[in-house]
């Protein structure tokens, strides 16, 4: 059984109305509406987290363009082609 912990949280009078009357529609109550939007908030924000560990990975390592990799800025600028 899953353990659950009450919280205060302290919202204007009129978004509560508005809130009860969602969560009668649906047929739940303000707090598992609330519990809900948390859950869902969590669960993107995880996806959002390993999504930017994945994109911060590939721009340490790079991607393979198939060009050659320049070591130093002299050799960047040589135009031995030019010449």
Known sequence: ???KRN???AIDPALLR???A???RRGSSVSALLADE???LVDSDSVYVAAHRRATALFETGLP???VRLD???R???RTRIR
């Open 7 to 9: 919280i205060t949280v």
């Open 76 to 78: 960047l600028h040589e």
């Open 22 to 24: 969602i969560a009668a």
């Open 1 to 3: 059984m899953n353990a």
């Open 18 to 20: 508005r809130a009860r």
């Open 72 to 74: 130093d800025r002299d």
């Open 38 to 40: 948390l859950r869902e």
């Open 65 to 67: 363009l198939g060009g």
